[in-house]
């Protein structure tokens, strides 16, 4: 380990990524009294007391190196060349048998309870209690200070464990390339997110999952599908979900055991320790700590939610499970980006339309509302707080319009929103049937013609259409040039709206030629991802700032999909 001029730490080989380590969860929270050392734990069992089970990752077989975060690595301080390093890609292709102290041999993963739009389920749990739901596939492996932060590695496809619910505990090599390209293409468009490290498929291990025949039309997987198998491994300050929250509340609420109060403490106090210690000071009574954290939250789950909006991300399926306490995206399943406008986009068949693009900002609310209820029985008989508690939790709504509408005026480079020109833009959005992404990038070059819009749409719009946005230009260029200059506007809306989007009929060609061993289109992918907002060569517009091709509207596996498998 060596450090540059500026002081950073920089990681050469396996031995100095060892030495950055530091367990904070294992060794902050409790065990459960169930688990095994050996973290041979991989049947479906109730986990009914402590935050987390010991679990060994099972292997995959032959695995092989497919790309790796140089930016990641960067901001890391490790050398690219370690993801080659044979102890590296043991680690993090499951293999903990030969990691040596500091390193732990066996990961964690941890039980979350479920809220579906507010609703508590249990049904979800193979035991119809809630005590057998939470990481069924997902295992941590490693966590560590790197330059003064902390991060946490969770292997995803890392083998069954007692929450798997009889799954087989892998995932593909499609899903953990969409995962893999997802994350990092988040983080560049400067949206809080969960990261990616690397990933690593495997030469001959390979498991059957539905999905759809070529061309299909049908709603659902029609046929089965061999795929090999990956681990994709992402990086967070931590993977704390309000669902791990509502668990040891719950729990509390119903007595469920004698240390259940005592494990939903310390849970919170972890909470604030991982992801908000910079914000809420110690020195507080930890009645105000639990308040201060709950507004910190509020802050940052309505400006994470406000981001999805402005760049057409639709997370697909926000359930309590799904949403990180930090206040970043976690989870790249049934995700999507809107190509074509529509309000109601769910790329997810399961998801329905309170999960859709538009109604996110409902969707945050309800996991909100879920998060304050969990931190109810930490207040118990003060009245005064529970009144706080309650009045931060009813303001939500409040914050997250507040957020959208500077949001959308920055989008449209105003200096105040204006909710008529703004609405009337939207009836002209659906009525011509838009690309969402390259309607705002052209919009950002101030156009004096509605003519040079109609590269975003999907259809030629009558006469009357065009006069009507036509007129609306003329309206909204005038407002906008009140007190700035075209050059100031430009190169403000062209910093929120990007050139370049997740275009799914892109990335089916990555997975599906990686599937073959050629990996070069997601190397192509990550490089055009890594920059999203700029400007880039003839070929590279070509080929990634076009419409979707319209005869693959409808199809499976790209206008819609089953979830992550």
Aim: charged share 25%.
């Amino acid at each position: 380990m060596r450090n540059t001029d500026k002081q950073e730490m920089r990681i050469v080989n396996f031995s100095d990524f060892s030495k950055v380590a530091d367990y904070s969860l294992i060794e902050s929270l409790k065990v459960d009294p169930d688990g095994r050392e050996d973290g041979i734990d991989h049947y479906p069992r109730q986990v009914l007391s402590g935050h987390y089970v010991p679990v060994a990752p099972t292997p995959i077989e032959s695995p092989v190196y497919v790309s790796h975060s140089r930016a990641l690595f960067s901001e890391l301080g490790i050398q690219d060349e370690l993801v080659l390093d044979d102890a590296f890609k043991r680690l993090f292709s499951a293999d903990m048998s030969k990691c040596a102290e500091p390193l732990k041999q066996v990961g964690w993963a941890t039980g979350y309870a479920l809220s579906i739009y507010g609703n508590e389920y249990t049904e979800q749990c193979p035991f119809k209690t809630g005590n057998g739901y939470g990481d069924g596939r997902a295992i941590s492996v490693f966590e560590g200070m790197f330059n003064g932060k902390r991060w946490e590695m969770q292997l995803k496809g890392g083998g069954p464990t007692p929450y798997c619910r009889g799954a087989d505990g892998r995932a593909v090599l499609r899903s953990s390339v969409r995962e893999f390209l997802a994350q990092e293409f988040m983080y560049a468009l400067g949206i809080p997110s969960s990261r990616s490290l690397c990933l690593f498929t495997s030469l001959t291990e390979r498991v059957d999952r539905p999905w759809y025949s070529e061309n299909s039309q049908s709603e659902n997987p029609d046929i089965m599908v061999s795929n090999p198998v990956a681990i994709s491994t992402r990086v967070a300050s931590s993977f704390l979900r309000v669902g791990q929250l509502e668990l040891f509340s719950r729990r509390a609420r119903t007595e469920a055991n004698k240390n259940e109060l005592d494990e939903l403490t310390m849970i919170v106090r972890h909470v604030i320790d991982r992801e908000y210690k910079d914000e809420i000071r110690p020195n507080l009574s930890e009645t105000d700590q639990i308040l201060e954290l709950a507004l910190a939250f509020r802050d940052r789950l309505a400006t994470l939610i406000t981001h999805w909006m402005r760049v057409g991300f639709c997370q697909g399926n926000f359930n309590s499970d799904n949403c990180s306490v930090g206040g970043f995206t976690l989870d790249y399943g049934p995700f999507g980006f809107c190509e074509h406008f529509d309000p109601y986009f769910q790329p997810w068949t399961g998801g329905g339309k309170h999960f859709s693009f538009f109604n996110q900002p409902a969707a945050a609310e309800k996991n909100f509302e879920s998060f304050c209820s969990a931190l109810r029985p930490l207040l118990k008989g003060e009245q005064s707080a529970l009144e706080r508690l309650d009045g931060i939790n009813d303001s939500f709504e409040e914050v997250v319009q507040s957020k959208l509408v500077k949001m959308w005026a920055s989008k449209l480079g105003l200096k105040e929103f204006d909710p008529e020109l703004f609405n009337q833009l939207l009836k002209l959005m659906m009525g011509t049937h838009v690309d969402y992404t390259i309607l705002f990038r052209e919009l950002s070059d101030l156009p004096n013609c509605a003519s040079a819009l109609t590269k975003s749409f999907y259809a030629t719009p009558s006469d009357e259409l065009m006069e009507e946005w036509q007129k609306w230009l003329k309206i909204w260029r005038k407002t906008v040039l009140v007190d700035q200059s075209v050059d100031e506007v430009t190169r403000a809306m062209k910093r929120v709206n990007p050139k370049y989007t997740w275009r799914e009929w892109l990335i089916v060609p990555a997975y599906t030629q990686a599937e073959k061993g050629d990996y070069s289109l997601i190397k192509e992918l990550e490089s055009v991802f890594a920059d999203p907002y700029s400007e880039n060569s003839k070929q590279v517009e070509e080929k990634f700032y076009r419409l979707k091709p319209l005869e693959l509207f409808n199809t499976g596996g790209v206008s819609h999909y089953s979830c992550s498998s």
